[in-house]
Nanobody, 124 residues
Framework: QVRLVESGGGMVQAGDSLRLSCAAS????????IGWFRQAPGKRREFVAA????????HYADSVKGRFTLSRDNTNNTASLQMNNLKPEDTGTYYC?????????????????WGQGTQVIVSS
């Protein structure tokens, strides 16, 4: 069993930056892809970014491309999402998830484990 804990959310103004962290415990996730999803109030959960098991390949939603950077540290079983130039439309609860295999997927159903989420609020 894998337990995921997100941290780093908060309330910021448009143009600010935040760094979200995801810490995994229970077992290593080094052989699995990691993804970030977000859900705004009243909206469906959407894909934000994912990184493969090796950490050498990433994929981003078009809405965050060029502003967000996902990285991972397999030694420490963690992943980080650096979010720059935040916009009000980035507001939502951000979830870290661990995939069932090593390659990237944007489909939530492929992810076996999910954290409880961390809230990000961006004011204009």
């Amino acid at each position: 069993q894998v337990r995921l804990v997100e941290s780093g959310g908060g309330m910021v103004q448009a143009g600010d930056s935040l760094r979200l962290s995801c810490a995994a415990s229970g077992r290593t996730v080094s052989g699995r892809a990691i993804g970030w999803f977000r859900q705004a109030p009243g909206k469906r959960r959407e894909f934000v970014a994912a990184i493969n098991a090796n950490g050498d390949l990433t994929h981003y939603a078009d809405s965050v491309k060029g502003r967000f950077t996902l990285s991972r540290d397999n030694t420490n079983n963690t992943a980080s999402l650096q979010m720059n130039n935040l916009k009000p439309e980035d507001t939502g609860t951000y979830y870290c998830a661990v995939d069932s295999n090593a390659v990237i997927t944007i489909r939530p159903l492929h992810y076996d484990y999910w954290g409880q989420g961390t809230q990000v609020i961006v004011s204009s």
